[in-house]
């Protein structure tokens, strides 16, 4: 049964709603980070700037290591993703595939890993990336972010499994196609839509995360961007508000280009059009 009309009209107004809603501190960055400081300081803001300068862009570059922490962020981001992709996607189908018991209580520690505050890992975590020697490094940060991030990641990927009939592995062993023939010319394309949405929650995870690196990362040459951005506030907590804007804005920008790249695969129904077929 369709919705009547007012009910379509007031979804329509809470998704709006809901997109002004988010899309408000991000506009109001970007105002900032063109602003000059007596635009910043004057007690009548505006949305668009009178005179819109880059001279925040260029101190940001100035007063800190940007570039340095943004290829961090990057490696550490890109490696977290993928591990986390490759070590998930075989957990995901035998938990899929095998429904027992034992896959059940897994799934539901899965569930229940998410909701540990930080500060109880953060000690352990500690103490074994000493011993691992993997303090201060961007090796042992990244298998920080693939631990904070697999539980989610398997979660995510177990329901695209189940998703996926099994009718076509079915039939591809009916044509005599091997189990691995058949995971990896079957069900690994039909899977790429999950694979692609669960790559890109563990990247935005780990280009986000804040608190490991700050205490896993020790001099400035390792810290990622997150880090770095707390720069910019004054001993006193006043913040450097123009430059501090300006790079909060370029850390944004990574995300943003690779959902847009991307958000195709994550919609195209490439899985429905398999079925269809």
Do not use: C
């Amino acid at each position: 049964m369709r919705p009547s009309r007012p009910a379509r009209a007031g979804q329509s107004l809470a998704l709006l709603a809901y997109l002004v809603f988010l899309a408000f501190p991000f506009l109001w960055l970007i105002s900032t980070a063109f602003k000059p400081p007596r635009e910043l300081a004057s007690l009548h803001p505006t949305w668009i700037p009178k005179d819109p300068t880059l001279a925040n862009f260029r101190q940001a570059f100035d007063e800190q290591p940007l570039l340095r922490a943004a290829v961090n962020s990057v490696l550490v981001a890109l490696s977290a993703a993928l591990v986390a992709v490759l070590v998930a996607t075989p957990m995901a189908y035998v938990m899929a595939r095998h429904r027992s018991l034992l896959s059940r209580a897994a799934t539901g520690w899965v569930v229940i890993s998410q909701a540990f505050p930080f500060v109880l890992l953060i000690i352990p975590l500690f103490l074994i990336l000493k011993n691992l020697h993997l303090i201060n490094s961007l090796p042992g940060l990244t298998l920080v972010y693939v631990v904070w991030s697999l539980p989610f990641a398997l979660w995510m990927l177990v329901g695209y499994v189940r998703a996926v009939p099994r009718e076509l592995e079915e039939a591809a062993a009916v044509d005599g196609a091997g189990k691995l023939r058949t995971l990896v010319s079957v069900t690994a394309p039909l899977l790429a839509p999950g694979l692609v949405a669960t790559a890109l929650f563990a990247f935005i995870t780990a280009w986000n995360e804040f608190f490991f690196a700050l205490v896993l990362m020790k001099t400035p040459e390792r810290q990622t961007l997150p880090v770095v951005l707390t720069h910019f506030l004054g001993a006193e907590g006043v913040a450097d508000l123009g430059p501090l804007a300006a790079a909060a804005f370029l850390a944004t920008l990574p995300s943003l280009v690779i959902f847009a790249l991307i958000q195709r695969r994550l919609t195209g129904g490439i899985l429905a059009g398999a079925v269809k077929s």
